[in-house]
C-alpha cells in the first residue's frame, strides 16, 4: 500500500463494509446501498496551529473506528480501494467495543 500521510487535521479512513443482507434474507444490490458513515483510521495528519502558534494535534490514532458527517470529506481511490479524507471537525464519535 502507498504511504499516504495527511496534511494538517485530515484523516485517511477506510469505509466499512455496509449490511448486504436483510435479516428477513432480501439482498440489497450495491446501487441501492446506502454509504457507510463508519470506517476505521488509517493515517493521521499531524493537527493545526492555534492563534499563538501551539500545535493541537488530532485526538484520534489509527486504528480507532469513528462515526463521520455523512456528506463530510473527500472520497479518494488508493490502490483500487475506496478511503475518505476527513477534517478531524467533521467527525461525529470513536467507537469502542
Do not use: C, R
Not at 7 to 20: A, H, N, Q, R
Not at 43 to 59: F, R
Amino acid at each position: 500500500m502507498k504511504k499516504i500521510k495527511p496534511l494538517f487535521d485530515y484523516l485517511l479512513i477506510k469505509p466499512l463494509e455496509g449490511e448486504t443482507t436483510l435479516p428477513s434474507g432480501i439482498v440489497i444490490p450495491d446501487s441501492a446501498k446506502e454509504k457507510p458513515q463508519e470506517g476505521e483510521v488509517i493515517a493521521v495528519g499531524p493537527g493545526v496551529k492555534d492563534k499563538e502558534g501551539n500545535l493541537i494535534t488530532p485526538e484520534v490514532e489509527v486504528g480507532q473506528t469513528v462515526m463521520y458527517k455523512k456528506w463530510g470529506g473527500t472520497e479518494v481511490q488508493i490502490e483500487g480501494e475506496e478511503h475518505i479524507l476527513v477534517k478531524e471537525e467533521d467527525l461525529l464519535a470513536v467507537l469502542e467495543d
